[in-house]
């Protein structure tokens, strides 16, 4: 597709469940990031992939989140034994530049842990 | 505090009205200024992109950044009721670790016929 993709749109979950959370890229671009966007909260930054070198990890709230990129194009962003804080949307990104802000951002995927 | 401070609204103003949205921030560091425009249910956009101090204009936006002030704007001249929409400001520092960006929280902005 042209623009990034995110699925599932929308996830209900129970609390103390793993969800998985899928984003697919603009074809091309190098740089993937994934944000957390809670209401009432700008964009919370998680991680950040580049090429082939290691993941920024910075940004991930607690052990519980990880997130791992394959062949350097579709990326998973795995939230083990869900909370109730971790309710929000999740947005990736992508982007085929490092020197401007242009990040291109799919839909998102709206958690809700019950 | 967080680094980025933004009044999240809501604003509601009348169809052609001149709209001033801002951000301040406290990172000396920062060097990129960006304002997405992010409408409901969707993803955020880019808007506009300034770096450094100074202003830009595109169409009916201009951006504006005053780093001695460390407080940047974005207005919005003859708005329009399809420019209802949260604007998110954000920025980055001069470096070369990607464009892990810091957002505000947003300003809705409601434009009304």
């Known amino acids: 597709g042209a623009g990034v993709s995110q699925s599932p749109s929308n996830k209900v979950t129970e609390k103390g469940k793993d969800v998985e959370l899928r984003c697919d890229p603009i074809?091309?671009?190098?740089?993937l990031y994934w944000y957390r966007q809670s209401l009432g909260q700008g964009l919370e930054f998680l991680i950040y992939f580049q090429g082939n070198s290691a993941p920024d990890k910075s940004g991930l709230p607690s052990d519980r989140f990880s997130a791992e990129r394959t062949g350097g194009s579709v990326s998973t962003l795995t939230i083990q034994r869900t909370q109730q804080e971790d309710s929000a949307v999740y947005l990736c990104?992508?982007?085929?530049?490092?020197?401007?802000?242009?990040?291109?951002f799919g839909e998102g995927s709206r958690l809700t842990v019950l | 505090q967080k680094e980025v401070e933004q009044d999240p609204g809501p604003l509601s103003v009348p169809e052609g009205a001149i709209v001033s949205l801002n951000c301040t921030y406290s990172?000396?560091?920062?060097?990129?200024f960006m304002w997405y425009r992010q409408y409901s249910r969707k993803g955020p956009e880019l808007l506009m992109y300034t770096y450094s101090s100074g202003n830009k204009e595109d169409g009916r936006f201009t951006a504006q950044v005053d780093k001695s002030s460390k407080y940047i704007s974005l207005f919005i001249r003859d708005s329009q009721p399809s420019d209802s929409a949260t604007y998110l400001c954000?920025?980055?520092?001069?470096?070369?670790?990607?464009?892990?960006?810091?957002f505000g929280t947003g300003t809705q902005l409601k434009v009304e016929l």
């Open positions: 990172n000396s560091a920062f060097q990129y």
């Open positions: 990104a992508s982007s085929s530049r490092r020197d401007t802000g242009e990040l291109f």
């Open positions: 074809s091309g671009h190098t740089a």
């Open positions: 954000a920025m980055s520092p001069l470096t070369g670790g990607g464009n892990k960006l810091t």
